[in-house]
T-cell receptor
Framework: EAQVTQNPRYLITVTGKKLTVTCSQN?????MSWYRQDPGLGLRQIYY???????DKGDVPEGYKVSRKEKRNFPLILESPSPNQTSLYFC???????????FGPGTRLTVT | SQQGEEDPQALSIQEGENATMNCSYK?????LQWYRQNSGRGLVHLIL?????REKHSGRLRVTLDTSKKSSSLLITASRAADTASYFC????????????FGQGTRLTINP
């Protein structure tokens, strides 16, 4: 089954404790991206990747890192999480930025 | 900056009625896409309409695009309780960063 998976689905952590949210897709997509969704602010792109080893900042990259060592995986790293990073995070993949995006189920992160 | 803006922000109708949501955007686009999101879950792609198309159908969905007015509408006919969700438009800008830009969504509630 074609899908994008994210782990964990729910995470409660404390300020400053490094964490990684994994994202994996099995559709051989070139393009992957991370979004955060906050009430009243909609969906905002954090980082995107056009291909392996090629990543670029989206609209709200501060406080986040990503890597794209393999085509299927695109982890999101929070080196020192802060409460303002409490949000619902989505990973997405596609054949390109103009194409239909396939979204993961989301990761609800709470930073206390 | 926000490209797509949906109107209304919330819509509540009776089952069986038609629901219409609108999206306005600011810059020229390659295509416009509509997505659905059930509460707290990942977005699901509904339909893509290219800038040279004026109307597109998919089942009970009808999307129109007016590039001269920079607007699109999504019509859901004969609504069902299962259509209750948030609906987002996403634009693929002709110029600029290679990414979709999402609006803030319309929350649709279908009352039985």
């Amino acid at each position: 089954e074609a899908q994008v998976t994210q782990n964990p689905r729910y995470l409660i952590t404390v300020t400053g404790k490094k964490l990684t949210v994994t994202c994996s897709q099995n559709m051989n997509h070139e393009y992957m991206s991370w979004y955060r969704q906050d009430p009243g602010l909609g969906l905002r792109q954090i980082y995107y990747s056009m291909n392996v080893e090629v990543t670029d900042k989206g609209d709200v990259p501060e406080g986040y890192k990503v890597s794209r060592k393999e085509k299927r995986n695109f982890p999101l790293i929070l080196e020192s999480p802060s409460p303002n990073q409490t949000s619902l995070y989505f990973c997405a993949s596609s054949n390109g930025p103009s194409y239909e995006q396939y979204f993961g189920p989301g990761t609800r992160l709470t930073v206390t | 900056s926000q490209q797509g803006e949906e109107d209304p922000q919330a819509l509540s109708i009776q089952e069986g009625e038609n629901a219409t949501m609108n999206c306005s955007y600011k810059t020229s686009i390659n295509n416009l896409q509509w997505y659905r999101q059930n509460s707290g879950r990942g977005l699901v792609h509904l339909i893509l309409i290219r800038s040279n198309e004026r109307e597109k159908h998919s089942g009970r969905l009808r999307v129109t695009l007016d590039t001269s007015k920079k607007s699109s509408s999504l019509l859901i006919t004969a609504s069902r309780a299962a259509d209750t969700a948030s609906y987002f438009c996403a634009t693929d800008p002709l110029e600029g960063a290679q990414k979709l830009v999402f609006g803030q969504g319309t929350r649709l509630t279908i009352n039985p």
